[in-house]
């Protein structure tokens, strides 16, 4: 365990817990700021400045932190209307009383976790879990030129984040390391509700990743697969559909948002799409009826496709 400053984010490597890992928060590591590609993609980083958000901080809170204190501060891709997803996934999730941890395979810097943070109870915790420094491992470089780094992802929660540092779990590990028996073991009893897979985008990568969290995903929990149908990364669309067609047993898709395809459990796949549905129809119905929302088929189930 890290020899930090209590509350402190618990941080394993493999198996066991970091020891000896220097902090040097003050440093911040600077990357130029890229905003090329859709006009939904962010990518960025600016001057951190510290903004105080309290530990019991409601979920609305979190959101409107993450909107005006993270987001375009932390580097990262993620479509610019994803917090309104994210919240009206965790209405329905509180509907539903659905219970259970958060996770992130492949978290790079922590934009995305830090907006599932929102979806946290008190009883539950978010881990992240990624190779950070240990680049090697990042056999097809995504996440762009082996900038993983822990130091920087603690930076940000120190800054960023510090009242909710102690929700935090981190795990320094490949993926394709992990045994069925051992991803469940790391979350336990309580299991995961929302389940983000960003790690790396080659078919084995993304055909073992959707393999592990289905083995943890509660019911009615939801699973977000980035990057599904990139041109820039074949491997995540071929390795879902070898997953979908070989392997799964527990997962359907309901919905293609902003370069992420979220799933379900089989069984309650009709009622969260409807739920979900229900939820967009009162709150983006002009959106709805000019067809930026289309019903559409994927993977042999059906969904809701936004363009």
């Not at 890229?34 to 962010?42: C, M, N, Q, R, Y």
């Not at 219970?99 to 929102?118: K, M, P, S, T």
């Not at 240990?134 to 996440?143: A, C, E, I, M, T």
């Not at 019911?219 to 995540?236: C, F, T």
Request: with cysteine.
């Amino acid at each position: 365990m890290l020899t930090y400053p209590p509350p402190t984010p618990i941080c394993f490597r493999d198996n066991a817990p970091l020891c000896g890992i220097e902090m040097a928060l003050a440093l911040v590591e600077q990357f130029r700021v890229d905003l090329g590609g859709a006009g939904w993609l962010h990518r960025a980083l600016g001057q951190h400045k510290e903004r105080k958000l309290r530990v019991n901080a409601t979920r609305e809170q979190r959101l409107e932190h993450f909107n005006s204190a993270i987001y375009g501060h932390v580097e990262g891709w993620l479509g610019d209307r994803m917090s309104q997803i994210v919240s009206v996934i965790g209405s329905i999730l509180d509907s539903n009383h659905v219970r259970g941890n958060i996770a992130e395979f492949g978290v790079h810097h922590g934009l995305f976790l830090f907006l599932l943070n929102a979806l946290r109870n008190e009883d539950e915790e978010c881990f992240a879990i990624d190779v950070f420094d240990d680049q090697h491992l990042n056999v097809d470089n995504s996440g762009g030129d082996g900038r993983g780094s822990l130091a920087t992802f603690l930076s940000h929660i120190e800054t960023l984040m510090a009242s909710q540092r102690r929700f935090f779990r981190i795990v320094q590990r490949d993926t394709m390391s992990f045994s069925t028996a051992e991803v469940a073991s790391l979350f336990g009893k309580n299991g995961v509700k929302f389940f983000s897979i960003d790690a790396g985008h080659t078919v084995q990568h993304a055909f073992n990743d959707l393999c592990l969290v289905q083995e943890v995903l509660v019911p009615r929990g939801i699973v977000a697969l980035d990057d599904y149908m990139s041109v820039h990364w074949p491997g995540v669309t071929e390795g879902f559909y070898r997953f979908m067609y070989f392997q799964n047993r527990r997962l359907r898709p309901f919905l293609y948002f902003q370069n992420k395809l979220f799933l379900t459990t089989v069984s309650e796949h009709g009622s969260c799409l409807q739920q979900f549905r229900t939820a967009i129809d009162a709150v983006w119905r002009e959106e709805l009826r000019s067809g930026r929302w289309k019903e559409v088929e994927i993977g042999g189930s059906d969904c809701l496709s936004f363009e």
